[in-house]
């Protein structure tokens, strides 16, 4: 799980981190109301757009943390 999470886009791997960090301390509902926040954030990302686009032309992605 981690080498898949270390692979992940750097700002993908910000916010989950902050998922699980923030997240253990808060109710189910508070949590997956950051989630659902955080990724709407990560919705609007180069690097989304990136991670797809690679996906489709079955190639290692080349995230800029943008």
């Given at each position: 799980?981690?080498?898949?999470?270390?692979?992940?886009?750097?700002?993908?791997?910000?916010?989950?981190?902050?998922?699980?960090?923030?997240?253990?301390?808060?109710?189910?509902?508070?949590?997956?109301?950051?989630?659902?926040?955080?990724?709407?954030?990560?919705?609007?990302?180069?690097?989304?757009?990136?991670?797809?686009?690679?996906?489709?032309e079955?190639?290692?992605?080349?995230?800029?943390?943008?």
């Amino acid at each position: 799980m981690l080498e898949a999470i270390c692979q992940a886009g750097p700002i993908a791997t910000k916010y989950f981190k902050e998922a699980v960090k923030s997240g253990s301390d808060m109710t189910l509902r508070d949590g997956l109301i950051l989630e659902t926040d955080l990724n709407v954030i990560l919705q609007s990302t180069s690097d989304r757009a990136e991670g797809i686009a690679s996906f489709m032309e079955k190639r290692t992605p080349k995230f800029t943390g943008e």
